[in-house]
């Protein structure tokens, strides 16, 4: 009996390394970290020295993470500012909201659009419907925004020649291409 939980302690034991040790940096890859870092000083990094520093980690298959942030900061290297840099953006961690007036208003564009008052049981489209298209819809990048801020406008005209019913199936299909590309959204930097 004893040596049946010693046999399963150790083997929780083993599992608890193994799971950790997949989580952390190999000690290949923490020489890999520093001897690609020392060739760069952390007090003056371009634009370019961020791809690279990048590049180099992606080629050793050294993933973002929180070790490699740890890493980098003892070798006196910010991870979110090297992260945002490669990506060409400046400052760090998300962007701030948007204005609540600009989701007030494409809220209110998009219910007074996919709402019709023809056929209530089969139009209507749902609050959290409406909420879920105005939250994609803000995290398109700024050209995709545009596009659908023109689209909206378009249908919301009142000599458009459509029924509300066509104007709102003609919108759904619309915002449905649109939002359906990942390239019409906003990147995000993951390092930090």
């Known amino acids: 009996m004893i040596s049946g939980v ?3 302690q150790m083997a929780m034991l083993q599992q608890s390394t193994q799971s950790s040790s997949t989580n952390s940096l190999s000690s290949s890859q923490l020489e890999t970290i520093s ?39 003892e070798a006196g290297f910010d991870a979110r500012e090297i992260g945002d840099l490669a990506g060409g953006k400046s400052g760090g961690g998300m962007p701030p909201p948007p ?3 600009e989701t007030d208003s494409i809220s209110s564009l ?24 105005t939250s994609r819809i803000l995290n398109l990048n700024d050209e995709s925004k545009t596009e659908v801020m023109d ?3 378009k249908y ?3 000599d458009a020649d459509y029924t509300a019913e066509e104007t709102n199936n003609l919108l ?11 390239n ?6 993951f390092y930090g």
């Open 35 to 73: 001897s690609v870092l020392e060739d760069y000083d952390a007090s003056n990094l371009s634009q370019s020295d961020a791809q690279s520093i990048v590049a180099a980690f992606e080629n050793a298959g050294i993933e973002p993470s929180a070790e490699l942030a740890s890493a980098m900061e």
């Open 151 to 153: 689209l909206l406008d």
């Open 156 to 158: 919301s005209n009142e």
């Open 184 to 189: 019409n959204y906003k990147s995000v930097s």
């Open 99 to 101: 204005p609540a007036e």
């Open 6 to 8: 010693d046999s399963s």
């Open 172 to 182: 759904k299909t619309a915002l449905s291409q649109i939002l359906s590309d990942t």
């Open 110 to 133: 998009l219910d007074t659009l996919l709402n019709t008052e023809e056929d209530e049981e089969s139009t209507s489209t749902s609050f959290d419907d409406i909420m879920d298209y």
